[in-house]
């Protein structure tokens, strides 16, 4: 009963090319989403949210896309770099943004 | 600012045996969090403490699990006897919390293997 899906495990991209990580939701009632990144023996660290009165966020390089309808969020990274190389888990909350869900997580390699 | 601190950060036990691990948050954040990841999974939510309250333990699989929060500090994850199915990564993380944009920071994370 997995509430959040990543179903791509992997992802290859080209220096300079622009990642589209994908996850949807099946839960109405989650209204609060982020993006984590993690590297090899390190925890995930927080890299950019959208709340669902928004249906886009960006910071730098990194842009969030929200579609409530079909309760699916991307994030899109352009231009890639080598350093983006690493798991990207999605993670959605409801309103009282106390318990957190994630995906399996997305591998994404940049080949230089 | 330190961040979230786990131990240990490789454990190898046999099963039956009992590990407990250790996670010491970020100062101040009244939320604490655990978390686990078998390979290639979900990272799963297990238990969320408020300061050293359990706000929410739905995700603990069994009664072997046994987290505490002593004086709203660090926390310990007990697990006894272990099983096989018990190995993973178990990820501590913390927060201010607030019904604002609560991020978590977690650390590195304590890796469980049980043979």
């Known amino acids: 009963d997995q509430q959040v899906k990543q179903n791509s495990p992997s992802l290859s991209v080209q220096e300079g090319r622009i990642s589209i990580l994908n996850c949807d939701y099946t839960n109405s009632m989650f209204d609060y989403f982020l993006w984590y990144k993690k590297y090899p023996a390190e925890g995930p660290t927080f890299l950019i949210s959208?709340?669902?009165?928004?249906d886009k966020n960006e910071d730098g390089r990194f842009t969030v896309f929200l579609n409530k309808s079909a309760k699916h969020l991307s994030l899109h990274i352009v231009p890639s770099q080598p350093g983006d190389s690493a798991v990207y888990f999605c993670?959605?909350?409801?309103?009282?943004?106390?318990?957190?869900?994630f995906g399996t997580g997305t591998s994404l390699t940049v080949i230089p | 600012e330190a961040g979230v601190t786990q131990f240990p950060s490789h454990s190898v036990i046999e099963k039956g045996q009992t590990v407990t691990l250790r996670c010491d948050p970020i100062s101040g954040h009244d939320n604490l969090y655990w978390y686990r990841r078998v390979m290639g999974k979900e990272i799963k939510f297990l238990l969320h403490?408020?300061?050293?309250?359990?706000?929410?333990e739905s995700g603990m699989p069994n009664n072997r699990f046994l987290a505490e929060r002593t004086g709203g500090t660090y926390s310990t994850l007990k697990v006894q006897p272990a099983e096989l199915e018990d190995s993973g990564v178990y990820f501590c993380?913390?927060?201010?919390?607030?019904?604002?944009?609560?991020?978590?920071?977690f650390g590195a994370g304590s890796r469980l293997t049980v043979l």
């Open positions: 403490f408020v300061k050293e309250s359990k706000q929410d």
């Open positions: 993670a959605a909350s409801g309103w009282r943004r106390d318990q957190f869900y």
């Open positions: 959208i709340s669902s009165i928004k």
């Open positions: 993380a913390s927060s201010l919390g607030g019904s604002g944009a609560n991020v978590l920071t």
